[in-house]
């Protein structure tokens, strides 16, 4: 069994917990767990990639992404920082 979602940053910490809370499923997270950079947020895009960053590379043995990073129509060009490396700590 599989569950796959797409969803944004201010939710990867509680899709993390629930992935740990469900071992023997595969979860699936679209899009990386799409970072904002517009609205409210767009004023926060350090902040938010920060802690994007950390929270993206947290392993849960059980969670995979897809490999499509977010579309700039979000407003998630996190440029220059969002590169081939965006993910190492």
């Not at 569950?3 to 629930?18: E, P, R, V």
């Amino acid at each position: 069994m599989t569950y796959d979602t797409w969803h944004y940053h201010h939710q990867n910490q509680d899709f993390a917990a629930l992935a740990r809370a469900v071992p023997d499923t595969m979860m699936v997270l679209d899009h990386f767990g799409t970072p904002l950079g517009v609205g409210v947020y767009a004023d926060r895009r350090e902040e938010i990639f920060a802690q994007w960053k950390l929270d993206i590379v947290e392993r849960v043995s059980n969670l995979v992404c897809s490999a499509r990073p977010p579309r700039k129509e979000r407003g998630t060009r996190f440029s220059p920082h969002w590169t081939q490396n965006f993910a190492e700590p």
